[in-house]
């Protein structure tokens, strides 16, 4: 068992990422395949159009974005989940004012 409490956690910067506060709460080495994070997206923040091997899932906790693949385009809202099957691209902005807040899960293949 591991226990991360809500002080806890270390700061990444994600690549391709701009505009973003990302905080891992669980990872290496405590786990062998699955990554957990809290991104705090500022205004105009986001993601530019990219993938990676890893399948992904993004939990809204607060806020908005916006998420485009290459075949769709689509609006989060709080407590909307997505996710990203490996080497699946997408791009992220975040609409409005607020800082949108995201719950990541990353599990790798």
């Not at 991104?39 to 607060?62: A, C, D, R, T």
Request: aromatic share 10%; glycine share 8%.
């Amino acid at each position: 068992m591991k226990l991360v409490k809500k002080s806890e956690g270390t700061f990444y910067q994600a690549p391709k990422h701009f505009n973003v506060w990302s905080i891992r709460k669980l990872g290496d080495p405590d786990t062998k395949r699955l990554a957990v994070s809290l991104s705090h997206f500022l205004p105009n923040g986001g993601v530019e159009m990219s993938g990676s091997p890893s399948e992904k899932m993004y939990y809204i906790i607060s806020g908005s974005m916006v998420v485009k693949t290459k075949t769709e385009e689509f609006t989060l809202n709080a407590g909307d989940i997505v996710y990203f099957a490996p080497d699946e691209e997408r791009e992220i902005k975040i609409v409005g004012d607020d800082v949108c807040t995201i719950l990541v899960a990353i599990v790798k293949v």
